[in-house]
C-alpha cells in the first residue's frame, strides 16, 4: 500500500489537533490519559507533537472519550484555525 503524502494543511491541522488534546488533558498525566484511551503514552506524545498528524479514527475517538470532548467540536476546532494559531 502507497501512502499519500501529507500536505503542508493535513501536518498544521495535526498540530492544531494535538495542541487540543494537550490543552484538555491539563494536569493529567500522559501516561494516565494514554491508559484510559487504550494506546501508548509514546503515541499519545507523538500525536500532541504533531509527529502523528493524522490519527486514526478509533485513537481519536479514544482520546475525545477519555477527555470528555465531543468529537464534533474536536474535528470542527482541529479544522478550524485559531485567530491566534501561528499555523494558520
Do not use: H, W, Y
Not at 503524502?5 to 498525566?29: F, H, K, N, V
Not at 494506546?39 to 509527529?51: D, F, H, N, V
Amino acid at each position: 500500500m502507497v501512502r499519500v503524502p501529507l500536505t503542508p494543511s493535513d501536518r498544521e491541522r495535526g498540530e492544531r489537533l494535538g495542541r487540543l488534546l494537550r490543552q484538555a488533558r491539563g494536569g493529567r498525566s500522559i501516561v494516565e490519559v494514554a491508559g484510559a484511551a487504550g494506546i501508548s503514552a509514546e503515541t499519545l506524545r507523538k500525536i500532541e507533537t504533531g509527529r502523528i498528524p493524522t490519527p486514526t479514527f478509533f485513537t481519536v475517538a479514544g482520546l475525545a472519550v477519555t477527555l470528555g470532548l465531543s468529537l464534533d467540536a474536536l474535528v470542527g476546532a482541529a479544522d478550524r484555525p485559531a485567530m491566534d494559531d501561528p499555523a494558520a
